[in-house]
């Protein structure tokens, strides 16, 4: 903690502050959403990324792993650091911009997930592992966040024996899972079949007040649920239970994973299945667009509105807001949707990406200021618009815009909702899916062409990836 440069002191990072710093995740998918952008990124640019829950005895731990491009020992350090961040745009288009931007992402993220994060990384030339543990560092008492690490070249997985080496490695077979140096070479050795990757193993689960682990890996063996409990709220406001039906997304990690990315471009397994991505804007019924222009920019954006084909009692509507092809908000409410005691605007939802907006650093929000507020009201505007011309041009029969009749819309000739027509006509084409890294013809161009304000019933509507 002494530590100064020119004799002024440096400021240091108390080990409490992990805790304190990933409480900012209220909502603990929000953390997993950290360690999917960081595998995401361009610097990384992995293709796939599996998250799985492991045993190690008694003890359950969460695996993130991804074929990315993995850190060197610099990197490792920097990426156990708070607040260094060098990612930039990269690819030609620029199209593929980095989430991460406030250098802390990994560190709330891991430690809302869990206490203790072990960290396995390979690239072309080496291999490392590092170790962000509070259980660790309670154990020391440690006055300030210190980090054990260990450097391995390769192909052998030598590592320089000197006693710092010796004192980092100790740490990490006495407080992390692992016992012996083979098993952690064990773990790097398997990360070499991509040739560069990194995985995360985090234990020391967060648990609730009652000793039960916050994440439910039981009821669904392929998923990982957040208990409803959370989220939903009963209570009555003029007769209508709030959030009666709370999003699915909120509950499952999977849910959630679909919808992650307005243009998908990794692809996500979650305990050995594989995720089918949602292209939400393009499985809207009645879509209609429109170009946004905020003020000081120099472009547009495209806003598309359209219903729902959730079910009826879905609160799964208002505007979905991506920042550089993440979702940051779901389903924020604009214009009518926000008046109480009116059905006005239900189920109408709006889709933009909106890279001109600051998120907040938890990525889940966005900062209030007048270019939000501005984008906000133009949203709403525009949805009442939408809303006013849809409720009276449709017939109740094929539409869920009538006042109070939201029927669930099918097409006449199959009496099919759209995504069940697509599974019907087996065109889930993963030959359409922009694929990522490492594969030629790369397109981020979404490859579905929607003419606007063509009749909606157009067979790619839903895209997955297979
Ligand atoms: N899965 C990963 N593979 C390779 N590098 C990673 C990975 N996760 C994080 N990093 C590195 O660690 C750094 C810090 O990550 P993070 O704390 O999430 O902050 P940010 O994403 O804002 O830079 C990243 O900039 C990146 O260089
Ligand atoms: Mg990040």
Not at 104 to 130: H, P
Not at 391 to 414: I, L, V, Y
Not at 436 to 459: E, G, L, W
Request: proline fraction near 5%.
């Amino acid at each position: 903690m002494a530590s100064q440069q020119d004799g002024i002191l440096r400021s240091g990072v108390d080990p409490k502050y992990l805790h304190a710093n990933s409480t900012a995740h209220i909502w603990i998918f929000g953390a997993f959403a950290e360690l999917i952008d960081n595998a995401y990124d361009p610097d990384v640019n992995a293709s796939e990324l599996w998250i799985d829950k492991l045993d190690y005895g008694e003890t359950s731990c969460l695996r993130f792993l991804d074929n990315g491009a993995g850190m060197d020992k610099n990197k490792l350090h920097k990426m156990l650091s708070f607040g260094y961040c060098d990612k930039r745009t990269v690819e030609p288009t620029g199209s593929h911009k980095p989430i991460g931007h406030y250098g802390n992402g990994f560190k709330s993220g891991s430690m809302r997930i869990g206490k203790d994060a072990l960290v396995f990384t390979r690239t072309k030339d080496s291999a490392s592992i590092g170790f962000l543990s509070q259980t660790y560092l309670k154990a020391i008492e440690a006055e300030s966040v210190i980090v054990p690490m260990v450097d391995y070249s390769l192909p052998n997985l030598e590592r320089d024996q000197s006693q710092e080496t010796k004192n980092n490695l100790e740490a990490i077979l006495r407080y992390s899972l692992f016992r012996s140096e083979e098993q952690l070479k064990d773990e790097l050795r398997a990360l070499g079949k991509f040739e560069t990757g990194t995985k995360i193993i985090i234990s020391n689960l967060a648990q609730l007040l009652d000793g039960q682990l916050e994440l439910d890996f039981t009821s669904d063996a392929t998923d990982i649920l957040c208990p409803e409990a959370h989220e939903a709220d009963t209570s009555a406001v003029k007769n209508k239970p709030v959030a009666l039906c709370p999003s699915k997304y909120k509950l499952s990690l999977r849910e959630y994973c679909t919808i992650l990315f307005l243009k998908p471009r990794m692809i996500i397994h979650i305990r050995g299945k594989k995720v089918r991505s949602k292209l939400v804007s393009t499985c809207l019924n009645s879509p209609e667009y429109l170009n946004y222009h905020p003020r000081n920019e120099k472009k547009s954006i495209r806003v598309t509105f359209g219903f729902t084909w959730e079910h009826d009692t879905s609160e799964d509507y208002g505007m979905m807001l991506y920042h550089r092809n993440r979702l940051i908000k779901a389903f924020e409410r604009v214009g009518y949707q926000k008046q109480s005691n009116n059905a006005y605007g239900i189920g109408v939802v709006g889709v933009a990406e909106v890279d001109f907006l600051e998120p907040i650093h938890t990525k889940q929000d966005f900062i209030r200021n007048t270019i939000f507020n501005n984008a906000i009201k133009w949203f709403g505007d525009k949805l009442n618009d939408y809303w006013n011309d849809k409720k009276t041009s449709r017939t109740p029969s094929n539409t869920r815009s009538q006042r109070g009749g939201r029927t669930e819309s099918r097409d006449p000739a199959t009496n099919l909702t759209p995504p069940e027509r697509e599974i019907n006509l087996g065109i889930l084409d993963n030959a359409q899916y922009p694929v990522n890294q490492n594969q030629t013809q790369q397109s981020d161009v979404s490859p579905i062409s929607i003419k606007p304000n063509k009749p909606k019933y157009v067979f790619n509507f839903y895209l997955y990836m297979n």
